[in-house]
């Protein structure tokens, strides 16, 4: 059982917008920044958004991230074959004397 | 750029210890950050072991806090993960990473390519 919540699957067709949503608590996403990570079959996590809505270099403009509150969301437009991957968010969290939490992650198809 | 690489023995007896080390380049350790372990049971999502500072400071998952040591030899740039008493549960690709805080925010940017560390006899 994942501490943030993410869906299991997401799908879309080549050209649209999908999200993933993540959901957590007052103590990791309520209090600080979330990260995203993508994860192509067979490779190490990539780092996709930092603080929330920032985007590393070289990661299209495609991808964008926001949070409200306690929960947070990844959205993917123009979709394209190669973004079919898993995609995690990530937060720090404040209990328990601080830890890293994850979500179960979520796995985009494009159909 | 910045690179890690794991290393170690692929296979662990059921109740030894694992171990592995992410040897770092491109950067230095003693230069500051904290640096990561994290890892993936096969067909399983992310799990963070544990965080370990240039000066020796860490932060463990509290579920693994009890089996895990996270070391730094800054001499060698290099950091360490001991799991004792390992079950085939502790079976998972294990990525270290660089976890950069900068205040307000934090964030795991570079990983190394990953393990596979399995748990059998």
């Known amino acids: 059982q994942s501490v943030l919540t993410q869906p299991p699957s997401a799908s879309g067709t080549p050209g649209q917008r999908v999200t993933i949503s993540c959901s957590g608590s007052?103590?990791?996403?309520?209090?600080?920044?979330v990260n995203w990570y993508q994860q192509l079959p067979g490779t190490a996590p990539k780092l996709l958004i930092y603080?929330?809505?920032q985007r590393p270099s070289g990661v299209p403009d495609r991808f964008s991230g926001s949070k409200s509150g306690t929960s947070a969301s990844l959205a993917i437009s123009g979709l394209q074959s190669e973004d079919e991957a898993d995609y995690y968010c990530?937060?720090?969290?404040?209990?328990?004397?601080?830890?890293?939490?994850f979500g179960g992650g979520t796995k985009l198809t494009v159909l | 750029q910045v690179q890690l690489q794991e290393s170690g023995p692929g296979l662990v007896k059921p109740s030894e210890t694992l171990s592995l080390t992410c040897a770092v380049s491109?950067?230095?350790?003693?230069?500051?950050?904290?640096w990561g372990w994290i890892r993936q049971p096969p067909g399983k999502g992310l799990e963070w072991i544990g965080s370990?500072?240039?000066?020796?400071?860490?932060y463990y998952n509290p579920s693994l806090k009890s089996r895990v040591t996270i070391s730094v030899d800054t001499s060698k740039n290099q950091f360490s993960l001991k799991l004792s008493s390992v079950t085939a549960a502790d079976t998972a690709v294990y990525y270290c990473?660089?976890?950069?805080?900068?205040?307000?925010?934090?964030?795991?940017?570079?990983w190394g390519q990953g393990t596979l560390v399995t748990v059998s006899s």
């Open positions: 491109g950067y230095s350790i003693s230069s500051g950050y904290y």
């Open positions: 370990i500072y240039h000066s020796g400071s860490t």
């Open positions: 007052s103590s990791n996403i309520g209090s600080n920044t």
């Open positions: 990473a660089r976890d950069l805080e900068w205040e307000p925010t934090r964030y795991f940017d570079y």
């Open positions: 603080s929330n809505n």
């Open positions: 990530a937060a720090w969290d404040d209990s328990l004397n601080g830890r890293w939490v």
